[in-house]
C-alpha cells in the first residue's frame, strides 16, 4: 500500500514570487521567512516522497466566481501556470499522477464527498510558490502531483469540520491505494491576513501560534468554529488555514511536529511554516 510519509503546510503570498525572482532571501525583510525552508526541505530528502497531493485554494486563474466548485482534483497528466498579472515568473509544468488522481476521486465520491473532477487545470501561485520554496531548483520538480483545490473565496465556504473530514478521506485513500508510492500532503494558504475593507492588513498573532500549536496536539478544536468566527478570528483571507487542517486531516492519528516557522510581516500577511509526521 501506499504511504503518506507527513504533512507541509505554508503560506503562499504572491510577493514570495517576487522575491525569489529577485533573489532576495537574504534581505532583511525576507530573511526570517526563507531561513524557515531549509529544515523543511532536509526532511524531504530524508523521507523521498514520490508524489504531493497538494491541498490549496484557487484566486481565479482555474476557476471564477461564476463556476467556483467546493472541492475540486485534478486529473491531468501536467498542470501549467500562467499569468496571473502579480508579476511573478511563470514557472515549468507540474507532472501529474493519473492512477492517484482518480483513486482519490472515486474514493471521495464513495465516501459522499461532490468532486469537480479537471482533466486540464491552471494551478496559480498556491499551488507554485510552496512548490518553488520547498524544491527551490525550479523546473526539476522531483514530484508527481495531485492539485486538490478548496473554495475559500466565495461564500458559502466549506466549514473547518467538513475540511478536516476531506482530509481524513484523503489520507484514508491513500493508505488503501494499491501502489508502493510515497505521498506527501502540502497544505498551503493564511495564516491570519485581511487584504480589502476596514480591516485591511488585520493580523491575529495569539490566534496563529493557538491554531499551529493546536494542529499539532487537538486538530479537532479549530472545527468547532464557524467560518463567520474565523474571518473574525483571522481576517477574510485567513480562512485559508482551511487548507492546513485538511492536510492535518489526512495524517490520520496523532503527529509530532518535525520543524515550525513563523514570521510577521509579510505583505500584511501573518506567514508560518509546519512539518509534521505521524507518530
Known amino acids: ?59 481565479g486563474l482555474n476557476f471564477f466566481l461564476d463556476k467556483l466548485p467546493t472541492f475540486a482534483i485534478g486529473a491531468a497528466p501536467e498542470y501549467r501556470n500562467a499569468d496571473e498579472g502579480w508579476g511573478i515568473p511563470t514557472v515549468p509544468p507540474f507532472q501529474g499522477d493519473l492512477d492517484l488522481s482518480w483513486h482519490l476521486i472515486e474514493s471521495l465520491v464513495a465516501e459522499e464527498f461532490d468532486i469537480t473532477t479537471c482533466q486540464e487545470m491552471l494551478v496559480d501561485h498556491a499551488f507554485t510558490l510552496p512548490m518553488a520554496l520547498l524544491w527551490p531548483e525550479q523546473g526539476k520538480w522531483p514530484v508527481r502531483t495531485v492539485p486538490v483545490c478548496i473554495n475559500t473565496v466565495q461564500f458559502p465556504l466549506p466549514s473547518a469540520a467538513r475540511c478536516y473530514k476531506l482530509g481524513q478521506a484523503i489520507g484514508r485513500a491513500v493508505e488503501a491505494w494499491d501502489s508502493d508510492q510515497r505521498v506527501v500532503i502540502i497544505g498551503t494558504g493564511g495564516l491570519s491576513h485581511q487584504l480589502d475593507g ?54 490520520l492519528g496523532e503527529v509530532n511536529k518535525v520543524h515550525a516557522n513563523y514570521h510577521l510581516p509579510i505583505s500584511n500577511t501573518a506567514s508560518g511554516l509546519m512539518v509534521m509526521e505521524n507518530l
Do not use: C
Open 1 to 59: 500500500m501506499a504511504k503518506i510519509v507527513g504533512a507541509i503546510t505554508s503560506t503562499h503570498v504572491p510577493s514570495i514570487g517576487g522575491a525569489i525572482a529577485r533573489n532576495l532571501q537574504q534581505d532583511a525583510y525576507w530573511k526570517p521567512f526563507f531561513d524557515g525552508f531549509p529544515p523543511a526541505r532536509e526532511w524531504l530528502a530524508k523521507t523521498k516522497p514520490d508524489i504531493a497531493v497538494l491541498v490549496y485554494n484557487d484566486h
Open 198 to 251: 476596514q480591516r485591511a492588513g488585520f493580523t491575529n498573532k495569539a490566534f496563529d501560534l493557538l491554531f499551529m500549536e493546536k494542529l499539532i496536539s487537538d486538530p479537532l478544536w479549530v472545527t468547532r468554529y464557524s467560518i463567520a468566527d474565523l474571518v473574525e478570528l483571522t481576517g477574510t483571507q485567513g480562512v485559508e488555514l482551511l487548507m492546513w487542517l485538511t492536510a492535518r486531516g489526512a495524517l
